[in-house]
């Protein structure tokens, strides 16, 4: 990742809310090679996960499909109306959740999520309908 969002990572004064995928959510996405090895992929993937603010899971709670601004100058979408806080999009479409809420850390909060969030140009494209049934000849 670039210098720059280290540095904002690690200073104490900084007030983040990151969204970490676990391992299970990494593992699903298969071989990442290609986007570890493409630094402002990563580091853009990164910020996605991260929130210029503290936005602990009480908060979240009370969202209801809300645009949420990442330091990636995209938004997610947060969703607590459901009672448990939905992020989205992720990579393999759909909404991740939040399964670890509110782990403190030195600038912030950290919410484990079951799945990883997608950058706008990540989102998989949805599906095209069926075509129409062919009509019986007359």
Do not use: M
């Not at 090895?37 to 009370?62: C, F, I, M, N, Y």
């Not at 403190?104 to 075509?131: F, I, K, R, T």
């Amino acid at each position: 990742a670039a210098p720059a969002l280290l540095a904002q990572l690690s200073d104490p004064d900084s007030t983040l809310t990151l969204f970490a995928p676990t391992d299970a959510a990494f593992a699903a996405l298969g071989d990442l090679t290609g986007v570890l090895s493409d630094r402002p992929l990563l580091t853009s993937l990164l910020r996605k996960h991260l929130l210029g603010s503290v936005v602990p899971a009480q908060t979240a709670l009370s969202l209801s499909s809300a645009s949420v601004a990442t330091l990636a100058a995209e938004d997610v979408l947060v969703d607590g109306s459901t009672g448990s806080v939905l992020v989205s999009p992720t990579v393999v479409g759909g909404a991740s959740t939040v399964v670890t809420a509110d782990v403190q850390a030195c600038n912030g909060v950290v919410h484990v999520v079951d799945e990883v969030l997608a950058l706008a140009a990540l989102v998989p494209s949805p599906s095209p309908p069926p075509p129409p049934p062919a009509s019986p000849p007359l």
